[in-house]
């Protein structure tokens, strides 16, 4: 088992910046993939963001260009970098892992885009 805490949500106007980040409880360098999922009131959760241990990325369509997920081992921390942010981003933004024969969650972070 990991454990998740995410951090950095916020309120930011349209256009605005913020940086998410994700705790974790061990060493994330043995992680082969971790996550940023997405879920907006009265919507399902969506996959925002993946990075493998070997680096590669993949983004929504909705994201792409705007986001950028990173990880910092020395750390164990994974990071979501968001820019030009749109009200349309506004959910509560949780950190995942997958570690056979379990799925792992954070509790979310709020964040909202509005004037």
């Known amino acids: 088992q990991v454990q998740l805490v995410e951090s950095g949500g916020g309120l930011v106007p349209p256009g605005g910046s913020l940086r998410l980040s994700c705790a974790t409880s061990?060493?994330?360098?043995?992680?082969?993939?971790m996550d940023w999922y997405r879920q907006a009131p009265g919507k399902q959760r969506e996959l925002v963001a993946r990075?493998?241990?070997?680096?590669?990325?993949n983004y929504a369509d909705s994201v792409k260009g705007r986001f950028t997920i990173s990880r910092d081992n020395a750390k164990n921390t994974l990071y979501l970098q968001m820019n030009s942010l749109k009200p349309e981003d506004t959910a509560i933004y949780y950190c995942?892992?997958?570690?056979?024969?379990?799925?792992?969650w954070g509790q979310g972070t709020q964040v909202t885009v509005s004037s």
């Open positions: 995942h892992t997958y570690i056979f024969p379990r799925n792992s």
């Open positions: 061990g060493s994330i360098a043995s992680l082969n993939v």
């Open positions: 990075i493998t241990s070997g680096g590669s990325t």
